[in-house]
């Protein structure tokens, strides 16, 4: 049976326009205060990336309050088309993209918030899939999509990224009896080989009156290398430079950002783009001269990174995004991150679900067995 447009689920608010999702922020941050706090759950860091990546989309942000009239969870999602297999479909997405790192409903209860979501979205027939992307394990979302499937709603799951993270110890000597010697071994190395070609300084910026420039010349580096030949860096599409500048001059002012340079003679040959946070380093992006890659100029800045993590007292360093072998180097753990699928109960809805998740892994099983 198809979905019936009903009266709005109690408590559950959509907010839909630019000037009312400004005047959440002082009790939005509040909430991802006491609940997953986290620099990408803020209003801040929505705010930057909708202005940036999503200015002329339409925002649904549903929001329940608690019975004091206090904000209880919140769950910010875009309105828009897709296309599904070929099949355009209307998607209720996150308010993420890669450059997001993790998404999550934000809730101090998440099954209350769960349920009264979902019910609201049930009485809506204007959705046929709703997507949260990269959501972490243990993270509120899962509660949006178990109610769900409970409700026998169709639903799926595509594990999207297992990203490396380090927990400090209190001191670099205690870290580095977790690496391996012949590791260790070639950071050595191939230190001593950066050192013949000049003098090797590390500088950490928080902001200042250069802040442009230093960040200018991180963007260039990154777009030296491979990134800039794929057309993946930061300084090669408008909306992923103003998105990655505009939240330097946010995070400089909060007090959040760090940046680091490893020079060599003065020139930046590796750079970090980063935010502190509540004890935690997140790194959203590094970069480094791929025409000193024999003296790895990268990994020999993350291992004074990493020690200054430590002097300074953080608990966590996050490298954020994929599995890669190089952070592997530095940690053996990993946090797994998981696209939530949540389809209408209509016939369509179950349509498609059954298209993404029993025929097509089908035909891509018989098309590989086929090859062989």
Known sequence: MEARQLTPAPGVVEVADRTSFM???????????????????????LRVWVDNFAPESRLRLLTLRDGDGRLAAGLPLLAGRASMYGVPVRQLSATANPHS???????????????????????????????????????????????????????????????????LPGSWDEYQKTLQSKFKANCRRRRRKLEEKGRVTV???????????????????????????????????????????????????????ALYY???????????????????????????????????????????????????????????????????????????HTWLYIFNDTSFGRALCAAKFRWAPVAREVVARWKR
């Open 23 to 45: 005047t959440l922020e002082p009790e939005w941050n509040a909430l991802v205060g006491s609940t997953a706090d986290e620099p990408f759950y803020r209003h801040e860091f």
């Open 101 to 167: 790192c993790r998404f999550d409903l934000v809730a101090r209860e998440p099954q209350a918030a769960a349920q009264a979501f979902l019910g609201h979205l049930r009485q809506d027939s204007s959705w046929d899939v709703l997507l949260l992307t990269d959501v972490p394990e243990g993270g509120a979302g899962w509660a949006l999509y178990e109610a769900a499937k409970a409700s026998g709603l169709p639903v799926g799951t595509w594990e999207s990224l297992q990203s490396p993270y380090i927990p």
């Open 203 to 257: 500088e950490r910026v928080e902001g200042g009156l250069d802040l442009e420039a230093r960040l200018e010349e991180g963007f260039a580096l990154e777009a030296s290398g491979w990134k800039g030949r794929r057309g993946t860096a930061m300084a090669q599409d408008a909306r992923t430079r103003g998105f990655y500048s505009e939240l330097a001059r946010e995070a400089a002012y909060a007090g959040r950002l």
């Open 262 to 336: 490893m020079r060599l003679e003065g020139r930046a040959v590796a750079f970090q783009y980063a935010l502190e946070y509540g004890g935690r380093y997140f790194l959203l992006k590094p970069g480094y001269d791929e025409s000193l890659g024999d003296c790895s100029p990268g990994q020999l800045l993350m291992e004074d990174v990493l020690r200054d993590c430590m002097q300074r007292g953080l608990r966590e360093f996050d490298f954020l995004g994929p599995d890669m072998v190089w952070k592997r180097d530095w940690t053996d753990k990993v946090r797994r």
